[in-house]
């Protein structure tokens, strides 16, 4: 009888469909999703953190003028993470050439990069802000 039951249990677990995944398996696959969306979410949370803030600078119509070769313009964007792209940036830089500026920037009267401009006064700061000045000079809030 054990050698019937043996042959029953073979020709049983031959023809069984296998499971693709064990339960371990799938509790380990969903823990490490769970895992991935959360550093994502996160991420994508910090990066963008400055977008109101760069959007009421716009909105209060500031107006950075920058060049792309200037490192201080980088620096000064970077300080925005993710959310440089909402900033009110207007490029003076001509493409392919550093010592150039466009006529926009000519006639603006801009001598140094970056440059922030507050309305309605028109007052100009040359250099830097940290994004407490900025937000000291435009009333608009930190995050």
Request: glycine fraction near 8%; hydrophobic fraction near 35%; charged fraction near 25%.
């Amino acid at each position: 009888m054990s050698q019937e039951k043996r042959k029953r249990q073979e020709k049983s677990q031959a023809t069984a469909p296998r499971k693709l995944f064990d339960r371990t398996t799938v509790i380990l696959i969903v823990v490490i999703a769970v895992i991935v969306a959360g550093a994502l979410g996160y991420r994508y949370k910090h990066d963008h953190q400055y977008d109101g803030f760069a959007k009421c600078l716009k909105d209060h119509g500031l107006v950075m003028y920058g060049a792309y070769w200037c490192p201080h313009c980088a620096d000064q964007k970077a300080l925005f993470l993710g959310s440089a792209k909402y900033l009110p940036y207007h490029e003076c830089g001509v493409p392919g050439d550093t010592r150039l500026e466009n006529d926009s920037c000519k006639d603006a009267g801009i001598k140094k990069f970056p440059t922030w401009q507050f309305p309605p006064t028109g007052e100009r700061i040359e250099g830097d802000l940290s994004l407490e000045a900025l937000s000291d000079r435009s009333g608009c809030p930190l995050p």
